[in-house]
């Protein structure tokens, strides 16, 4: 018996015609706009690798991912299936549709070189960040530092404790998890596959993650 | 009524009518010199105030102010909710990051001794007194859409005002836009995270609370005082914050040397010399 060498099918959680089916390697960025109604999947290809993101309603860039409102209005710092992810002004931009995992981070915001040097000692201030990313991938579409807010960490694991204390922890996810958002308006997702390694958010290694976007028929969308 | 010859219809009228007005004290307004100000609390140094200001609930109000300044908020009736944004003056694009804020202290709650931080790496202020205990770096502030689905009206200059319509306003009266306008925190209303991760508000500490920050930038200050995003009543309610500024440089001095809020924990005394390395550099002397 031969072992097969074709590529395993796209995982998308939610069926559809793929649209888009990527590997970002460990430390890189990536976007892309996902038109209202196609689902990104994202997979944790070989698990626990935190997946830093940013929306922009596609159409005007200032209408961006907000955590405070994202949190305030489901009254929870943790996202998992149902939870919307919101812009400043209240509006949805994309909902989480299905989960493999059941905890992602709102609160934990991107890593930096410079908030490496606070975390972890000056010596750290030359490693890749997550930060580096976002202005990279993000000056793409037109964006800057200003565009720049707290965001979304997929995969991540950020617990809070009855006296405020709080930490980046061991993940929950695996090899292979998945979590998939629903755009609902057309929506420039940004991405810093994270390059942090002095944290578990990455179990300090950190790896390829997988975009696969998929397009439900009219049939399955009904 | 008969026109009077106080009346506005010729300009001398008008001028006349205007300047009669000047000197009027009202209960909420700025006091500018802010040596004017009726009344300070005791302990603050009445010759090095610079800023002393009543805001009304449902307002705002703006100041740059210099680094190595202590700013007091008092909710004197308890029930105001300031809600704040810090840019560096003359780089704004450095602002205050509420996610950095929580994650680099490993504390998702504000207190004394609490860093204010950039994502630069850089402490923008420090909270060095605080008598509330309720405060909210996690759930942001109100939005037009919210405020009038919940309240009927958000706009900025309408009866229950949306912390963002009002942070904004701030934010472009010095030259910024809607990207410049980042989650905010709020003072004076708090909120607490259970172990499943939900949100549960703590309303007011009550009549008095107050708190300092002691700012290590030279900064753009913009506050709202409006509901919290979680307040529970139907109404829009609320009562007005006073704003008291003041040069403090034994403050300064003594939060470096540890000596004002105890020990700096090893990432906030990081993140000051990050700025002193940031202003040092620039320095020609």
């Given at each position: ?11 998308a959680?939610?069926?559809g ?7 970002v ?5 990536w ?17 626990n ?9 596609a159409?005007?860039t200032?209408v ?14 943790v996202l998992?299936?149902?939870?919307a ?8 931009l994309?909902t989480?549709?299905?989960d ?19 975390r ?5 201030r030359?490693?890749?960040a997550?930060?580096?990313?976002f ?11 200003r ?10 694991n ?8 709080l930490?980046?922890v ?18 420039l ?10 944290n578990?958010?990455n ?9 696969v976007?998929t397009r439900?028929?009219a049939?399955?969308?009904? | ?6 009346g ?11 300047r ?20 300070l609390p ?13 805001v ?15 700013l007091?908020?008092v909710?004197v009736a308890?029930?105001?909710c ?9 780089a ?7 996610a950095?804020?929580v ?24 909270v ?30 309408s009866a229950?005002?949306?912390g ?28 607490r ?8 508000p ?28 979680m ?7 609320g ?26 924990a ?18 020609p002397?």
């Amino acid at each position: 018996m031969t072992i097969l060498s074709m590529p395993a099918p796209a995982p998308a959680l939610v069926p559809g015609a793929i649209v888009l089916d990527e590997v970002v390697a460990a430390r890189a960025p990536w976007s892309a706009v996902v038109a209202a109604g196609d689902v990104l999947t994202i997979v944790d290809l070989e698990g626990n690798q935190a997946v830093d993101c940013l929306l922009y309603a596609a159409a005007d860039t200032t209408v961006r991912y907000s955590a405070a409102e994202t949190i305030r209005r489901q009254r929870s710092i943790v996202l998992t299936t149902g939870s919307a992810l919101r812009a400043d002004t209240g509006e949805a931009l994309m909902t989480v549709v299905a989960d493999e995992v059941g905890v992602h981070d709102t609160i934990g915001g991107a890593c930096s070189q410079e908030s490496n040097t606070l975390r972890y000692g000056e010596h750290t201030r030359q490693q890749h960040a997550c930060v580096e990313n976002f202005l990279l991938e993000g000056a793409r579409w037109g964006l800057g530092k200003r565009d720049l807010v707290p965001n979304i960490n997929w995969f991540m694991n950020v617990p809070v404790d009855p006296d405020g204390a709080l930490g980046i922890v061991d993940g929950l996810s695996a090899p292979g998890k998945r979590v998939a958002l629903r755009a609902d308006v057309d929506t420039l997702v940004l991405v810093s596959n994270c390059p942090q390694v002095n944290n578990p958010c990455n179990g300090f290694n950190p790896t390829p993650v997988r975009m696969v976007v998929t397009r439900p028929s009219a049939e399955a969308a009904r | 009524m008969t026109t009077s010859t106080n009346g506005t219809a010729t300009t001398a009228g008008a001028r006349a009518h205007a300047r009669a007005q000047h000197g009027r004290v009202v209960p909420t307004m700025r006091h500018v010199p802010a040596t004017s100000a009726p009344s300070l609390p005791d302990d603050v140094p009445a010759d090095a105030v610079t800023w002393a200001e009543t805001v009304a609930f449902g307002r705002y109000t703006s100041l740059a102010l210099a680094r190595g300044t202590r700013l007091r908020l008092v909710d004197v009736a308890g029930d105001a909710c300031v809600h704040l944004l810090l840019h560096r003056a003359g780089a704004p694009h450095e602002r205050l990051n509420t996610a950095d804020t929580v994650k680099v202290p490993w504390q998702a709650y504000l207190g004394t001794g609490h860093p204010l931080l950039s994502d630069a790496g850089r402490l923008l202020a420090t909270v060095v007194a605080d008598t509330s205990g309720r405060h909210d770096a996690l759930s942001g502030t109100t939005t037009l859409a919210g405020n009038t689905e919940r309240y009927g009206a958000g706009a900025a200059q309408s009866a229950s005002p949306a912390g963002r319509e009002l942070l904004l306003l701030g934010a472009l009266k010095h030259g910024l836009g809607p990207r410049d306008v980042p989650p905010s925190v709020s003072f004076f209303k708090g909120v607490r995270v259970d172990d499943a991760g939900r949100l549960t508000p703590t309303g007011s500490a009550g009549p008095g609370a107050f708190v300092d920050l002691l700012l290590q930038v030279d900064a753009l200050v913009v506050l709202a005082n409006t509901a919290h995003p979680m307040d529970e009543r139907a109404r829009f309610t609320g009562t007005p914050v006073d704003v008291v500024a003041w040069r403090a440089p034994d403050d300064f001095a003594a939060l470096a040397g540890d000596a004002l809020v105890g020990e700096l924990a090893p990432e906030h005394r990081r993140a000051l010399e990050n700025t002193q390395h940031d202003l040092t550099a620039r320095s020609p002397r």
